[in-house]
Every structure is written in C-alpha cells, then in structure tokens.
Antibody
Framework: QVQLQESGPGLVKPSETLSLTCTVS????????WSWVRQPPGKGLEWIGY???????YYNPSLKSRVTISVDTSKNQFSLHLTSLTAADTAVYYC????????WGQGTLVTVSS | DVVMTQSPLSLPATLGQPASISCRSS???????????LNWFQQRPGQSPRRLFY???KRDSGVPDRFSGSGSATDFTLRISRVEAEDVGVYHC????????FGQGTRLEI
C-alpha cells in the first residue's frame, strides 16, 4: 500500500533553512504529483506547493520566495526547503501524493525557536 | 487567488442525527476541462487528514455512504446523514485549481 514518511529536524533556529524529506513506499514516484501541506498548532491547513515527477513545480504565492520542492526518483523521495524561517513557520509539515492529496504522511512537527 | 470560506466553524452534532458543512469559494471551481475541483478531508484528533471526496462528490474508498458531497461552481456541502462517534474531528474543504487553498476547517463535536 502507499505510504509516505516525513523526516527532518524537529527544531530549527530563526533565519535558518528547513529541509524535510518525504520517503515514498508502495508506489513509484513516477508518474505522480507530490505535495507539501503544513498546519500550525491549533490552526487550519496551508498548502505549500507541489512537484511533478519530472521536476516541474508550483508554489503557494505567499511562500514562493522562500520555498523549493524537488524530487529524487532514484531514491523515491521528494523534498521541501524553506528559507529564512520565523516563528510563524512552526507547524506540522505533511507530505502527500497528487495534487488532490489522496495519501498523506503522518506529519512531522517543526518548531522554529532559538 | 481563490478564498475558501467554511461554515459553521464549530458544529455541535447529535448521534444519529444529520449534520452538514458549507464551503464557499470566491471564484468558480469549474476548470476549463469541465471538471469541478473541490475536495473534502476529515482530520480526526491526533491524526493526519484523510481525503473523503474529490471533484465534489467522488467518494474515496472506505468512506461510509452516510457521507455525501454535493454542490457546484462556488457553493458546496458535506453532509453526514447520521452522525456517529467516530465522525468527531475537523473537516476541511480545499479548492483544487492552482494555487490551491483550504477553508478554515469545521470542528464537529458530539
């Protein structure tokens, strides 16, 4: 069955860059779209962006200047990089399959604090 | 960009009784290909979101048929015909024409 697992640091300092990886199992990265979504504690969901298996991307305009999503088909993984972090970026970060988000990872809490 | 507005934000429900959640978009979600891209997700306490419906009313595998999705263009509804205890959680709508956007979420409690 399709499984997604986020991995990365749980604590990052302000102004630094967040790097998360989503490892996909049970299905090939090709030929799908792969997405990132986040949820600040106690708040709603925010769409971050997606990457196609070919590498093309689309980002939330509010985050576009700080976000990069990439894919590594050889490892069946895709990644999120978010720069210039502030406390407002503290959230549970989810990876998901497709643009309509049919399968989700369990999420990983990232706290931005010095 | 499209703004999604859900109501109510808090929904006290009664076991065995119906419940409904409204989701409105600031622009039509009908794509040029004729499809309407509106998804519904359920997020139980402490869990990841789970998709219930895509393209308004297409039910995902394993979703009980007491759940239904309906609507068109800018006005959409998620209905539960008979609320059960396992339905407690937050329900999110999401428009699927880039850039995507979620509603604020509706918390259903018994």
């Amino acid at each position: 069955q399709v499984q997604l697992q986020e991995s990365g640091p749980g604590l990052v300092k302000p102004s630094e860059t967040l790097s998360l990886t989503c490892t996909v199992s049970g299905v090939s990265i090709s030929p799908y779209y792969w997405s990132w979504v986040r949820q600040p504690p106690g708040k709603g969901l925010e769409w971050i962006g997606y990457v196609y298996y070919s590498g093309s991307t689309y980002y939330n305009p509010s985050l576009k200047s700080r976000v990069t999503i990439s894919v590594d088909t050889s490892k069946n993984q895709f990644s999120l990089h978010l720069t210039s972090l502030t406390a407002a970026d503290t959230a549970v970060y989810y990876c998901a399959r497709r643009r309509d988000l049919d399968y989700w990872g369990q999420g990983t809490l990232v706290t931005v604090s010095s | 960009d499209v703004v999604m507005t859900q109501s109510p934000l808090s929904l006290p429900a009664t076991l065995g009784q119906p419940a409904s959640i409204s989701c409105r978009s600031s622009q039509s979600l009908v794509h040029t290909n004729g499809n309407t891209y509106l998804n519904w997700f359920q997020q139980r306490p402490g869990q990841s979101p789970r998709r219930l419906f895509y393209e308004v009313s297409k039910r995902d595998s394993g979703v009980p048929d007491r759940f239904s999705g309906s609507g068109s263009a800018t006005d959409f509804t998620l209905r539960i015909s008979r609320v059960e205890a396992e339905d407690v959680g937050v329900y999110h709508c999401m428009q699927g024409i880039p850039p995507f956007a979620f509603g604020q979420g509706t918390r259903l409690e018994i």
